[in-house]
């Protein structure tokens, strides 16, 4: 058995690469669709001290609506992608109203 331990650099970089958060396509663009109708509608995702599931979730359909056209793909992985950005921008919001 040798004393010297071979380290492949390759597979440790592929490793650290595969650790790194993804961002799905299409989420900043849905972010900011979200923001543009909540500031449109007036219907706060954040009020009250409660979340406003119903503005929370017309706004990600809406979203979805505009990330399927542009991205093409499922309903499911468009919802999946807008929700996402629908309860960031919410907890995002609850934060900003907190402090």
Not at 39 to 59: C, D, E, H, K, V
């Amino acid at each position: 058995m040798s004393l010297q331990r071979r380290i492949s650099w390759n597979a440790a970089l592929r490793d650290a690469r595969d650790d790194r958060a993804r961002v799905p396509a299409g989420l900043l663009s849905a972010k900011a669709r979200i923001d543009l109708t909540v500031r449109l509608t007036r219907r706060p995702l954040f009020a009250a001290g409660q979340f406003n599931r119903g503005a929370i979730m017309s706004a990600a359909v809406a979203a979805a609506r505009a990330h399927q056209e542009r991205f093409g793909g499922t309903w499911g992985k468009a919802m999946s992608v807008c929700l996402t950005a629908a309860w960031r921008s919410a907890k995002l919001a609850r934060h900003m109203t907190a402090n």
